[in-house]
C-alpha cells in the first residue's frame, strides 16, 4: 500500500491522501478538497483515481468531489447515512465494509461518530497498520463536535474502536494541528514528558512531509486517550471543581473536549 499524504496548505490545515496499489496504480483519494494538488500528484505519479472516499459530510471535506469526479469518472463512498449530504454519492458504507483499490489493498470502513454522526474512518489491515482518521482522532488531540457531533459518542468512539487499534497503527488525520494539540496536552498535563518531548520535535516542521504517530504515541501524548491520570483529573478540577475526585472516563472526555472548544 502506497500513501500520499497531501499538505493543502489552506486556512483550514487539511491533509488529503492518495491511497495507491503499486501493482496497478490505481487510487483512492481521501477528502480531495484541493482537487488540483491531488489530481497533480496522481498525474504525476502515474496513478488512476477511481474512488472517492469522504470521511464526513462537512464542506473542507468534500469540497473537491466535482473536480475529481470531472477529471477521473471516480466513483464517490461515504457513511450510508450521507447520501442527503454528499452530492453523488455512488457507495453508502457501514461498519466492517471493504473498500478494495487495485489488487493489493483492502481497507475496513469503521462507523465513527463523534465529529459527526456520519463518520467513516478507513482502517488498513496490513503489515503496517493504518488509520485515516479524518475528523475524529488528530495527532495529538480529538475532533470538535460543533456541527452535527456528539462528544459522548466521540468518547465510545475513542475507547471502544480507536483504543482497540494495534499499538502499531499509524495515524493520518484531516487536518494538522499537532503543535496546538500537545500544547493543551501539555497544559493538561504539565508533567508530560512525552508531550513535551514531541512538541520539540515537530514545532516548525515540513507538513510537505510531516511526522506521522503512531496509536502508542497517542496513547503517551494525547490527553483524550489519557482520561484515567492523575495529573489528568487533579487540572481538570481546578477548571470544574464539581467534578468528583474520581469522576469517571466519560465525563473526563467530555469536560477535556468542552475545554478544548474554547483553548
Known sequence: MIVKQIWTANPY????????CSETGEALAIDPLDSD?????????????????NTHEHFDHIGGNE?????????????????DHIPGMFRGLIAGDI?????TIELEALDTP??????????AHADQPALFSGDTLFN???????????APALYNTFTQQLNALPANTRIYPGHDYIENNLRFTLDREPDNEAAESLLQQVSGQDLNAPLVTTLAQEREVNTFFRLNQASVI??????????????????????????RNSW
Not at 496522481?42 to 472517492?52: F, L, M, P, R, Y
Not at 495529538?140 to 456528539?150: F, M, P, Q
Open 140 to 150: 495529538a488531540g480529538a475532533g470538535n463536535c460543533h456541527n452535527g457531533g456528539s
Open 67 to 83: 473536480a475529481v469526479v470531472a477529471a477521473t469518472g471516480a466513483k464517490v463512498l461515504a457513511h450510508a447515512k450521507a447520501k
Open 234 to 259: 487533579a487540572h481538570l478540577r481546578r477548571a470544574f471543581p464539581e467534578l468528583p475526585e474520581d469522576p469517571d472516563e466519560e465525563t473526563v472526555f467530555v469536560k477535556l473536549r468542552s475545554l
Open 37 to 53: 494538488k491531488c489530481l497533480q500528484a496522481a498525474k504525476e505519479e502515474g496513478w488512476d483515481i477511481t474512488q472517492i472516499l
Open 99 to 103: 473498500i478494495k483499490v487495485g489488487k
Open 13 to 20: 490545515r487539511n491533509f488529503n491522501y492518495l491511497i495507491a
Open 114 to 123: 463523534g465529529h459527526t454522526m456520519r463518520h467513516i474512518c478507513l482502517c
